[in-house]
C-alpha cells in the first residue's frame, strides 16, 4: 500500500513566497529539506509531495516525488489548508519566530492526516526560550536563566547574550559585553518584549539530536556546534554531527526527563546544550521539528531516521546504529 506524504519546510516552501528570502535560512532549509526527501526516497511503497517556492532550483528529488510550486501571487497558508487532505501523513518544518512553527502545527492539527512532528502544545512551549526555561528549571533542570530585555535591571552581570524568545538558529543574537552597549542594542531593538537577556555561560556549544514519543525519548547522537562572535553577534557556522562523548548516559538521563516534562514531543527533536568543563549541562532551547543537524545524521550512524519516525507512527523506534563517523555540516 502506497502511503502519500506531504513534506514543507517553510522558508523553501513558500513561506516567502511574496517577499525576498532571508539567504542564511534558506540555506539551512534547503540543507534539512534535502536530508529529508533524500532518507523518506529510500522507504519502500512511499509518495512524496514537496512545495517549493518558485524560487527553489537547486534541489535534487528522489524518483517518487512531485512538486507543488508557489507562485509569488501565492499565500501559503491557503495553499496548505487546501493540500492537506490528500495525505496519510504530514511532515512540516519551519522556524519558530513569530510564531510560524506554531501556527502550521495547529493548522495542520485540524486535519485527518497525523503529524510526524511534536504537538502544538508542545510547540508552543518549546518556541518560547524564557518559557521553556521556567519549565524545566521548575523540575529541577538546569538551563540558563533569562528576563525579558525590557524588564531587564541587571540581574546579573555581563557579559550577555541578547536573543528572540522565539528565534532560530543564531539569528538576531547579540553579545554584549558592558552597559554601554546594552544601551545600544536597546535603543537599536523595536520590539524589545521579545527579546530576552541571559548571562554569557562558556563551555561547550553542543546539540542533540533525539527522537521523542510518548513521554519517551531516544539518544541519536551528540554533535558539536561551531559558533562565532563577529561583530557582535553571533554565527553559527557549522556543526559536527556525531561527537565522541563520554557524557551519553547523562544526556540520556537529560533527554528522558525533558520527555516527562513536555510530554507532546514528538518524532525527531533537537536540543541545544552549554556543557561547562565541570558542572552539568545547561539547556539553551529545545527544538521541536528537524534542525540543522540532521543533515549529517544518516551519514554519521547509518540510520533512517525519517523511515523511523515513520514507523513509530505504530511502534517505539529500534536504534540500530551501522556507523561510528564524525560529518561537518556546514551553514556558510
Known sequence: MIQHILVFEFITGGGFSQQELPDSLAKEGLLMLTALVDELGSVPNIQLTVILDWRIESIKLPDNSKIVRVSNQQNIDGLLSGLVDDFDFIWPIAPEMQGELVKITQLFEKKIPPLLTSSSQAVAICSDKLL????????????????QLDKFTHQFQAPWVVKPKDGVGCLDSYYITNTSELSLIRNKLTKAPHFLIQPYLKGDVLSLSCLFKE?????????????????????LESCTV??????????????????????????????????????????LEINPRLTTSYAGINQSIGFNVAKAVIEMSENAPIIKKTKNEQIVVSIC
Open 215 to 235: 513521554g519517551q525519548a531516544w539518544l541519536l547522537c551528540c554533535n558539536r556546534q561551531f559558533v562565532v562572535i563577529k561583530n557582535g553577534q553571533f554565527k
Open 242 to 283: 556525531n561527537i565522541n562523548t563520554d557524557r551519553e548516559t547523562e544526556y540520556q538521563q537529560l533527554i528522558n526527563q525533558i520527555a516527562s516534562i513536555i510530554t507532546g514531543l514528538s518524532g525527531y527533536v533537537g536540543i541545544d546544550i552549554i556543557q561547562p568543563k565541570d558542572s552539568p549541562a545547561a539547556v
Open 132 to 147: 521553556t526555561a521556567q519549565y524545566l528549571s521548575g523540575q529541577g533542570i538546569a538551563t540558563i536563566s533569562g528576563v
